[in-house]
């Protein structure tokens, strides 16, 4: 699948690649790129087949955001709501997602830009990229990219971020908590290999049942969180993969999973 803003592929693995491809635009999240991803997106969560995505960008930027050009030529409340709707649509569609999502980041991710890196399972970044909630420096507080921001970084770091729009670089990044791992540019695609070797190794469902239950309880009551993670390791358990790797465990053999 690819049309001229997101191309869709997957090799041997089940290692599905989407690429944002509109890098004249800066890869902006216009409605048409918001469709496309989706579209994509849509159909990585059909695939029984995908084990993990990586989204990647063509060009120097990222993503840069909304495009506040074509946003500044429509006044209408209706347009604004429904824009909004459709990206938080799409990212939610990225956690809800059987599969992990690792997002490569090669260039500037700012205001939507850097609420996608946030809303992606991992990131890794080259050490050249840099990231910015700069909605604020045009008067308008990155509100949809501060939920992902604020459940991955520290509140005042966060914060610092959405207040003054500035940029920071991907080092600051890592140590905030929106990276996993910040690589040299060259680097970039063996930084995404190790993660991805790492998942594709796994077996499916406890991978698929884990991200679920991660995201479930994070918004729960400790209590709550608990009794969930307690029915789904012990659901987990009925699995094949689960019964094959603690009988390899038991046997101080390496599992063959299915």
């Not at 690649?17 to 902006?28: H, M, P, Y």
Request: charged letters at 20%; aromatic letters at 6%; a neutral charge.
């Amino acid at each position: 699948m690819s049309d001229s803003l997101v191309q869709l592929s997957q090799d041997e693995r089940g290692v599905a690649r989407i690429t944002l491809s509109d890098a004249q635009r800066f890869n902006a999240l216009s409605s048409e790129m918001l469709m496309a991803l989706q579209s994509a997106l849509d159909a990585v969560a059909k695939d029984e087949q995908a084990r993990v995505v990586v989204l990647a960008a063509q060009g120097k930027a990222f993503c840069a955001g909304h495009n506040l050009k074509d946003m500044a030529a429509h006044t209408e409340l209706a347009y604004y709501q429904q824009l909004f709707a459709q990206c938080s649509r799409m990212m939610l569609s990225i956690q809800k997602l059987p599969v992990p999502v690792i997002a490569r980041v090669q260039g500037i991710a700012t205001a939507a830009g850097c609420q996608l890196v946030a809303q992606c399972d991992l990131a890794v970044a080259s050490s050249e990229a840099r990231f910015a909630t700069s909605g604020i420096q045009y008067g308008l507080f990155c509100s949809t990219p501060s939920v992902p921001l604020v459940r991955n970084m520290p509140i005042k770091q966060s914060m610092e971020m959405l207040l003054t729009g500035e940029f920071i670089d991907a080092q600051t990044a890592l140590h905030y908590g929106l990276l996993n791992r910040v690589v040299e540019p060259e680097r970039l695609d063996a930084g995404v290999e190790e993660l991805v070797s790492a998942i594709v190794s796994k077996p499916r469902v406890a991978i698929r049942m884990g991200k679920e239950l991660v995201y479930r309880q994070r918004e729960m009551g400790l209590e709550s969180a608990y009794q969930l993670a307690g029915q789904t390791m012990a659901t987990n358990m009925l699995d094949a993969d689960a019964q094959e790797g603690a009988q390899a465990f038991a046997q101080k053999r390496r599992p063959r999973w299915r």
